[in-house]
């Protein structure tokens, strides 16, 4: 029965993105002409290192032995007696090295410079998750490495920052506009076109310009193609579920990518509801987005009619973005992939509810894809089979968790 199934059926069903890197209408590459030729430099390596076995066989020996893939699927089966309906496994990708999905990108990213001999890379971070990954590969693989911080993630990000310090990273701090993540962008996009030719920028999403969406969802593939093997192993058939939190998108697209050709399991991806779905109060692109352009690429956009890039928040700091990666935008438009938010509240509920069945504490952003979890289990059959992406461990949130959950208690 098991072999009945294909194993992917997606690389055959979704060639996106085109040869202009473009998602139907989305993605594509609007940055100066001194960024041109480095995207196509990067395109070119990408492709043929993805052609090169000895590329692959390296990456497979790290992704194993470094980063500690497989990442297990766990069945949770507190959580799903609590919740009485469909079964609920998770995708343990907060057990992967430095706690989360983004060493996949980061790793992948690093090798590339390393192959287009190019001795530093530069990143941008937000919370300082994917500045600490880029720092631990280019530590592996003895790149030179700058992070761009915002001021203000600085403040709030203090132990990220100094574990980047710690691995060998310069941290830069800008204290340009509103001094967050999409300023670090900036200033990243403007390091590259001055050192273009020693210097690789390692983006940490699926998003910016091709072929970043596309390299980036390529090495977090890594998620489904293993999840896919473990589910018929566990179940003998494939889930009729996934499930999960989406900030640039990088995670999300990792967990659906090998299953796009597969009609009977339905995608959906949580975005962050803040307090209150009004302008500057939630990060939720598509309920509270139009179609724009940021950061050399076409998406859905938080702005308003002028095209000012709006404010946002979440008690995640991970999905706090005004955009979303091109290829969500596509796959929104045309319905394979369906979108929804999660509430500040509604999140830190799922945190502690995990915490206390589980025994595992979810980052925040892995948080709002449990509380999805939570809406939709019990509606569902018992034989239904839901796998949510823990795509990070929490330890990192439980001080900002504490001082919403717990004021007024001890801790
Ligand atoms: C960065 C991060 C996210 C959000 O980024 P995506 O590109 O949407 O995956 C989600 N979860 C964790 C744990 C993160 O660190």
Redo the contacts with the bound molecule.
């Keep these: 029965m098991k072999k009945s199934i294909p194993l992917s059926t997606t690389c055959e069903k979704h060639p996106w993105p085109d040869a202009r890197g473009r998602f139907g209408a989305y993605g594509g590459k609007y940055v100066p002409e001194t960024l041109m030729y480095a995207l196509d430099e990067l395109e070119a390596a990408y492709r043929s290192a993805m052609a090169d076995p000895a590329f692959q066989a390296d990456l497979e020996q790290r992704r194993q032995h470094y980063v500690g893939r497989p990442t297990p699927l766990y069945f949770a089966e507190r959580l799903t007696a609590s919740l009485g309906g469909a079964r609920i496994y998770f995708k343990r990708?907060?057990l992967a090295h430095t706690?989360?999905?983004?060493i996949n990108n980061a790793l992948g990213q690093c090798l590339l410079a390393r192959r287009m001999n190019k001795p530093r890379v530069i990143a941008e971070t937000?919370?300082g998750?994917?500045g600490v990954a880029t720092a631990t590969a280019a530590a592996l693989l003895d790149l030179e490495c700058e992070v761009y911080m915002g001021a203000e993630d600085m403040e709030r990000q203090r132990l990220n920052v100094f574990r980047m310090r710690l691995l060998g990273a310069k941290v830069t701090c800008v204290n340009a506009g509103s001094r967050t993540l999409k300023d670090a962008i900036n200033e990243a996009l403007r390091d590259w076109a001055a050192n273009v030719e020693h210097t690789h920028y390692v983006l940490?999403?699926?998003?910016g310009p091709h072929p970043f969406p596309m390299i980036?969802r390529d090495f977090?593939a890594v998620i489904g193609r293993e999840m896919r093997g473990q589910i018929l192993e566990a179940e003998g058939r494939l889930p009729d579920m996934l499930i999960?939190?989406?900030?640039?998108?990088?995670?999300?697209?990792?967990l659906f990518y090998d299953f796009l050709g597969d009609e009977s399991v339905r995608m959906i991806g949580v975005e962050a509801g803040g307090t209150k779905l009004v302008p500057g109060m939630h990060a939720a692109r598509f309920a509270g987005g139009t179609v724009g352009m940021l950061q050399g690429a076409m998406s859905y956009v938080l702005q308003d009619k002028d095209g000012l890039i709006g404010g946002t928040h979440s008690v995640?700091?991970?999905?706090d973005?005004a955009s979303?990666?091109p290829e969500h935008a596509y796959f929104h438009d045309n319905k394979r992939i369906e979108y929804t938010y999660a509430t500040d509240q509604e999140a830190l509920d799922a945190f502690q509810r995990c915490s206390r069945l589980e025994g595992i504490i979810p980052?925040?952003?892995?948080a709002h894809a449990l509380a999805e979890v939570v809406k939709r289990a019990p509606a569902m059959a018992t034989e239904a089979i839901i796998v949510m992406?823990m795509?990070?461990?929490g330890d990192?949130d439980v001080e900002q968790a504490a001082r919403f959950i717990m004021q007024g208690e001890e801790l």
């Design positions: 990708e907060d706690g989360a999905h983004k937000g919370a998750q994917h940490g999403t699926v998003h980036c977090q999960a939190c989406v900030g640039g998108g990088s995670n999300s697209i990792g995640s700091a991970g999905l973005y979303v990666g980052a925040l952003e892995s992406n795509s990070g461990r990192k």
